[in-house]
């Protein structure tokens, strides 16, 4: 059975949108391993707009489950990810601009930085995934750059629009997954899924790792809602 590792990248983000000590990511990591997330993924932006650096010390020193830290190439990201040693380090192209990733990494174009950041992170037991779109060419330069893993990218599937595009982003998934099988690499899956669209893809062998985050924070607002509520009543009655 495939593996859920949760985004919590949007935990950081309610904290940042008062720059306040809550919510706490590391805590809500704390609350996902318990209930059996076998992975936390943050994306530690060059901006920090959400994560920061104090999130992924702490979480290298709480999560007991995989740590995969998201990052760009840029040479005081790889620093960073050399002296926190994460699990795992999922490389994304990133667009300051952007409202979340956007598109797959350019392993092609890349490929040489691409293998000496592999190199790197090898050297410190790091294990090596790119974010990419399930195109033969990027991974093929994924394999050859020496990574781990790929993450293919479930956008497009999720913003599929009828039967006839769902089922032809699904074989898009289905190929890229046999091609980064045959090149040796261990084949991730992520963005966009959500309770609903969720179903087809978690069906595909293969796929042994999701990143999901946007869909779980959003149901984590609204199933907690109900006892936040129902708490502060509570003391507004007591007075305490
Ligand atoms: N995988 C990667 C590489 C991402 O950048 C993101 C978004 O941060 C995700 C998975 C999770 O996407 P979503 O928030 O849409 O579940």
Known sequence: MALLNVNI???????????????????????????????ITVH????????????????????????????????????????IRPDQITLVPENRAELTTEGGLDCVKFQKRLEQITKRMHKKGILVSTFILPDEKQIAA???????AVELHTGQYANAKNDKQIEK??????????????????????????????????????????????????????DGMRKAVEDMRKLIETGI
């Open 9 to 39: 990248d949007h935990v950081a983000t309610i904290r940042q949108a008062r720059k306040t000590d809550e919510p706490d990511p590391v805590w809500a990591a704390v609350q996902c391993e318990l209930a059996g997330a076998n992975g």
């Open 44 to 83: 530690l932006r060059q901006d920090r707009r959400h994560i920061n650096d104090r999130d992924v010390q702490l979480l290298k020193e709480t999560v007991a489950c995989k740590f995969n830290l998201e990052m760009c190439m840029a040479e005081p990201m790889v620093k960073i990810a050399e002296k």
């Open 142 to 148: 994924t394999a050859e750059a020496g990574c781990d």
């Open 169 to 222: 982003r699904l074989n898009e998934l289905r190929d890229g997954r046999d091609i980064a099988m045959a090149a040796g690499l261990i084949v991730h899956a992520g963005h966009g899924l959500t309770y609903r669209n969720i179903g087809p893809v978690a069906k595909i062998e293969g796929l042994c790792e999701f990143n999901i985050g946007h869909s779980i924070i959003s149901r984590a607002i609204l």
